[in-house]
């Protein structure tokens, strides 16, 4: 019997022989992140305290952490996989976040996972799985798409001096969980419930010059955002809201969407470096949402320009953006820039007032996007006067571009647009009129002191003018606060090791 196991155990390791193994090669790389918060997002107070952006869901202080571990699986130039998994934000002490007494919990999630390979005879890079997708913005980031998202994506290189990418990504599908069988509005799951993205870009190197136009089209399904009820009204989500698939100001659909919807974007992106190391970059993008409810249209532009000059030791600017905004109908949709998503976004303009914080502190205290303002701003970047030390200055003059008008009809309905609660005015944070003001004053530093590893702070502090008059937030009808307006500030202290 030794013997015979022997023999078997002898020809198994001749059959394994035998076989070509390609060698691949494991790659790992990722960052720990630690991070302190002390500060407040402000609007409205009174009653039982401040009420304004993520005051009612966060503590003054908190502490928080986040890790992302990178495996990438290397076969050859030509194919290779990446998987890329997260563990947070998660906040001290929260159960949820298995961050509670005993630090059990199932907090990890797969941020990436995905496949990269070259068409065989082709100079064609495929890209096929979760993967982070990122519209151009040359100045201030991607004001529609920044995100981890399904797609496929498919990169031609034209030319020395042109680029040519294509992708299909499928944001949502299969979520409609069905209506009761039996209502008088039975539809049964996941049914008519996916949107699905197509989009164009296209890089252009020229003398001097940098352009990148590039352009969405989208279709989005009756039921992609539908809860299940019998009166087939459809929930309230943040990504709805946002994206112009509810109407402005309200907190569902009266009836349920029986077509598809469309949606596009189309933008132009580029830098002027003829004159390096002077540069010159702006942005202009249009969107629009249109479904069979025409009180849930969203249609809407953003236009943004910088100019700045490199020294050996600071970057001076300066900036400017406008977009449109809501009028006073409601029954027309919105005049705001339609955003999916900018999670994966950080807005260079700033790192306190809309989603610019490149680490886990607080941001977005205006809103995720820049839909719905105007702004100008003075900025000193990558101030290096000390080894190992940099740092950075901004101050920006913000304003709202919607109507009073839509503002006054929020606050007597008692709806609150900057309560904090994201949507009833069809965007999150603050709901900025055309006579409101804020003023941003933010400071970045950042010290290397290992190799791998940096300490920095982020520090901001944003005075709020808000008309607190009659005609625009002074006739609120909520219960139990004052017209005070309270102003938002936050110290963000964080600790990075990237291997």
Not at 51 to 75: C, I, K
Not at 317 to 339: H, K
Not at 399 to 421: C, I, K, Q, V
Request: proline share 3%; aromatic share 12%; hydrophobic share 40%.
């Amino acid at each position: 019997m030794k013997k015979l196991s022997l023999l078997l155990l002898t020809a198994a390791l001749l059959l394994s022989a035998s076989v070509p193994a390609a060698a691949v090669d494991f790659k790992a790389r990722g960052q720990w992140l630690m991070n302190f918060d002390y500060g407040q997002h402000g609007a409205f107070t009174g009653g039982s305290g401040s009420y304004g952006y993520g005051v009612q869901q966060e503590d003054n202080f908190e502490a928080r952490q986040r890790l992302r571990l990178q495996l990438e699986a290397v076969a050859s130039e030509a194919l290779s996989g990446t998987l890329a998994l997260e563990i947070g934000d998660q906040i001290w002490g929260r159960g949820v976040d298995g961050a509670a007494m005993g630090a059990d919990g199932t907090v990890v999630e797969v941020k990436h996972a995905y496949l990269d390979w070259m068409i065989p005879g082709a100079d064609i890079q495929v890209r096929m799985g979760i993967q982070p997708l990122e519209l151009p913005g040359m100045t201030a980031g991607s004001q529609v798409l920044a995100d981890d998202v399904a797609a496929i994506s498919l990169t031609a290189h034209l030319a020395e001096s042109a680029d040519l990418t294509a992708f299909w990504a499928r944001p949502y599908n299969d979520n409609f969980a069905g209506v009761t069988e039996g209502s008088r509005n039975g539809v049964r799951a996941s049914l008519l419930d996916n949107m699905d993205l197509f989009g164009l870009v296209l890089p252009l190197r020229l003398e001097g010059v940098n352009l990148t136009p590039w352009a969405v089209y989208g279709m989005i399904g009756p039921n992609t955002f539908r809860s299940e009820s019998g009166s087939g009204r459809y929930g309230a989500s943040f990504d709805m809201y946002r994206g112009g698939m509810l109407p402005v100001g309200g907190a569902s659909h009266r009836e349920r969407l029986s077509s598809w919807g469309n949606v596009w974007w189309a933008g132009l992106t580029g830098e002027l470096v003829l004159w390096d190391p002077f540069r010159l970059a702006w942005d202009a993008v249009y969107g629009s949402v249109r479904h069979d409810d025409a009180s849930a249209a969203r249609r809407g532009w953003i236009a943004s320009l910088l100019a700045e000059y490199k020294l050996d030791w600071v970057t001076p600017g300066i900036y400017g953006w406008y977009a449109s905004g809501d009028n006073g109908n409601r029954g027309d949709g919105s005049e705001r820039l339609p955003v999916l998503s900018l999670s994966g976004s950080d807005n260079d303009f700033s790192h306190f007032a809309f989603s610019g914080n490149p680490n886990i502190g607080r941001e977005c205290a205006v809103g995720w996007s820049m839909a719905g303002t105007w702004g100008v701003g003075l900025r000193l970047k990558d101030i290096s006067v000390i080894e190992d030390v940099k740092q950075s200055l901004r101050v920006n003059v913000i304003g709202g571009t919607n109507s009073p008008g839509m503002a006054r009809w929020l606050s007597s309905e008692g709806l609150g647009a900057n309560s904090g609660s994201f949507g009833v005015s069809g965007m999150e944070g603050l709901y900025l009129t055309t006579r409101d003001v804020a003023l941003e004053v933010g400071l970045s530093s950042y010290t290397k002191i290992y190799e791998n590893m940096t300490v920095g702070i982020e520090a901001a502090y944003m005075a709020l003018w808000l008309d607190k008059s009659s005609s625009v937030w002074g006739n609120s009808r909520m219960n139990g606060y004052r017209d005070d307006v309270r102003d938002a500030w936050n110290i963000n202290f964080f600790y990075a090791y990237n291997f």
